[in-house]
């Protein structure tokens, strides 16, 4: 069994880890004493090292075990937290970040971490940190003695591991055992031992290694190492209860060399999964179990890592399922036979369970895109000497896999503009009558079938007169067309490839260097982005986003024998209104609707549908509504409330305007699905 086979596990959980890290480490910065988000952090920088060594990623296994003690120390009152250590903390922490994303990459992992390694090293051993960097750029040459006290089989880290365990009152033993000759299964029986074995132990070393032991590729016996504070006859005990093992023998591993004078310190043993061979019997590459055990009983709470593809298949098959489901519907209601209806009432009820499970399985909160923005704002303010207070509004808000996999970047770069181009200096702030710290708003919420992330500052804003400026010098319009531009027609101006308003590009950004790109990247995934600024008082990135659910409700609605579906979503609610309800506001149809003015949009004129016979004296509207605005669709009739499969239009009929897909109902006929938001912008 190759290690590969671990791989997707060991990436996902490092990264939450490391997130976890990052978190933790600004919440130490503002709550310095607060010897709890010490131990979070050690226990995250814990598991990460054993699992890192277990996978032979030995770079990632010493820097974090450096860096686990200098936390050790801070939570033994021996360090001190402040700014500049958690400046190097933090840059060893950005170290493990590359490391780990060059192994989802397909890297080996490796990068010189030597610099941060010994700035550790001397803040472990008292020195300040900025007498640690003072020391080592002095002595920059000078290589780190390699540690010679290891022993030839066990290598430094290995033999690390041992002596603090040792230190912290555990025992480590080398158990062989010894398999009957006649054992058919031998990669059964070593998963059986290590099952064993974990539940009161933790395995640093094997003997041949786990996956030649997965591939059977050893005679009788195997060497197993552990630490355990159990007794070696108890140890013994355990494992002959195995079946099919033969032979036993326990040894105590003999240390020399141990440190003196530390405190003993009760550490929680983390038995890492991927430590242990798989079952034989269970095999699937794609699909990734993961559980976390101690030496106490937790809850069993497992989780399944599945293919992102292979949810797109069951996805694609449920959708087709939908599609039978509503003509089986409609089969059953023209026959009118009960015994039919009640099995297709039966089974609707059911595959919408099925439904709710599927889609939610794809949905991630924005959390995981939106948690790592807090680090990156530190970071940056920090650099470009500015205060910045980062406020985040909806991280629960969730969205498809898939577009929360593309959206990170164009996220990334509108914040990094937001503080280096949107938010002033503080001495330019506090001369403007503004707070010295600037404030930047990352806000998502839904608003029928969309997601909206908006990035809000309180900064200089956007200079009109500075960009129309630029535009025309670039030739991206004439002196003629600037004179008729609305602001919103401006502002969208630096959308322009290479734009850029600032008077020297920093390495931080540029507004507008790169937004096209952003921009791009958006309207890829069906989305669009929109500007609203002020001058003086800040600016608004407004991203919109589809949430790419493929199956949605609707209410089908009929416009002259045409039939239209209408995100249930976005609709408030539906209404008779009488012809001479209607008024008229700045050459609009507008209707009084609980005490608010609300416009009319005619679907029948909008998609061009033709008349046919006279019309009623009242129509049928369809209140919907985009966050804080509204407006009423007039349709012909109502059909009633379905769940349909939404398809795209495909390629030939690409910025249909108001149309986001189209769905095929269950007698077979095609309907276009009204695209809402587009219609009340």
Do not use: W
């Amino acid at each position: 069994m190759e290690m590969n086979q671990y791989l997707e596990v060991f990436i996902e959980e490092s990264k939450e880890h490391l997130q976890s890290c990052n978190e933790r480490l600004l919440d130490l910065e503002k709550n310095p004493e607060d010897l709890n988000i010490v131990n979070d952090i050690f226990r995250s920088a814990h598991t990460l090292k054993g699992m890192s060594a277990t996978m032979g990623y030995e770079d990632l296994a010493s820097l974090t075990h450096q860096m686990e003690n200098v936390l050790d120390a801070i939570r033994n009152h021996k360090l001190s937290v402040s700014p500049e250590l958690l400046d190097v903390v933090f840059q060893a922490t950005d170290d493990l970040e590359a490391m780990v994303f060059s192994i989802a990459d397909g890297g080996d992992g490796k990068r010189d971490v030597k610099e941060v390694v010994e700035k550790l090293k001397l803040i472990e051993k008292g020195e300040s940190p900025s007498k640690a960097t003072a020391k080592l750029e002095v002595a920059a040459t000078a290589t780190a003695p390699v540690s010679a006290k290891a022993k030839s089989n066990y290598d430094e880290f290995e033999y690390t591991v041992l002596q603090q365990s040792k230190e912290q009152g555990f025992e480590a033993f080398e158990i062989t055992i010894g398999l009957r000759e006649d054992c058919l299964l031998k990669a059964a029986r070593v998963y059986m031992v290590f099952e064993v074995l974990e539940k009161v132990a933790e395995v640093i070393k094997s003997t041949p290694s786990v996956d030649q032991l997965e591939e059977e590729q050893f005679d009788q016996e195997f060497t197993v190492s552990i630490v355990s504070k159990e007794s070696q006859e108890d140890l013994q005990k355990m494992v002959m209860k195995v079946s099919e093992v033969e032979k036993v023998e326990i040894a105590p591993i003999s240390l020399d060399g141990n440190r003196s004078n530390q405190e003993e310190v009760v550490e929680e043993v983390i038995v890492d999964e991927v430590a242990k061979p798989s079952n034989v019997e269970t095999s699937e590459e794609e699909k990734k179990v993961t559980t976390t055990s101690s030496t106490t009983k937790q809850p069993n709470n497992k989780t399944i890592r599945v293919n992102i593809e292979r949810l797109d298949i069951l996805l694609n098959l449920f959708e087709e399922l939908v599609i039978d489901r509503g003509r089986l519907e409609q089969i059953s209601n023209d026959l009118k036979n009960q015994e039919l209806h009640e099995t297709v009432e039966r089974m609707s009820r059911i595959t919408g369970d099925l439904q709710n499970i599927i889609l939610n399985m794809r949905m991630v909160p924005v959390e995981t895109v939106f948690n790592r923005f807090p680090r990156m704002v530190r970071q940056l303010a920090r650099d470009l000497g500015k205060k910045v207070n980062l406020e985040i509004i909806g991280a629960e808000t969730e969205l498809d896999r898939t577009v929360i996999d593309e959206i990170g970047d164009p996220l990334v770069h509108l914040i990094r503009n937001a503080l280096d181009h949107g938010l002033e200096t503080p001495e330019v702030r506090k001369a403007n009558g503004k707070n010295e710290e600037g404030s930047v708003v990352l806000k998502a919420f839904h608003s029928g079938n969309h997601v909206f992330i908006e990035i809000d500052d309180d900064g200089a804003g956007i200079n009109r007169r500075k960009v129309l400026e630029k535009a025309i010098k670039n030739g991206i319009i004439s002196e003629q067309t600037a004179a008729t531009l609305s602001d919103k027609e401006v502002f969208d101006l630096i959308f322009a490839s290479g734009f850029s308003t600032a008077d020297k590009i920093s390495d931080v950004s540029g507004r507008g260097v790169g937004l096209d790109v952003v921009k791009n990247t958006i309207e890829s995934l069906g989305g669009s982005i929109s500007i609203d600024s002020k001058e003086g008082k800040g600016s608004t990135f407004s991203i919109q986003l589809p949430l790419t659910l493929s199956i949605i409700s609707v209410m089908l609605v009929e416009i002259a024998k045409e039939k239209f579906a209408v995100p249930l979503s976005s609709i408030i609610e539906t209404a008779i209104v009488k012809k001479n309800e209607i008024l008229n506001a700045h050459n609009q149809k507008v209707i009084d609707f609980r005490g608010k003015v609300v416009p009319l949009l005619f679907l029948k004129d909008i998609f061009e549908v033709p008349s046919q016979g006279e019309e009623d004296d009242f129509y049928s509207v369809v209140i919907v509504r985009k966050g804080d605005k509204m407006a009423g669709l007039v349709v012909d009739s109502f059909i009633g409330q379905q769940e349909v499969v939404l398809k795209s239009l495909g390629n030939y009929l690409q910025n249909v305007f108001a149309i986001s897909g189209a769905t095929i109902l269950g007698d077979g006929q095609v309907a276009l699905i009204v695209d809402c938001n587009a219609l009340i912008k």
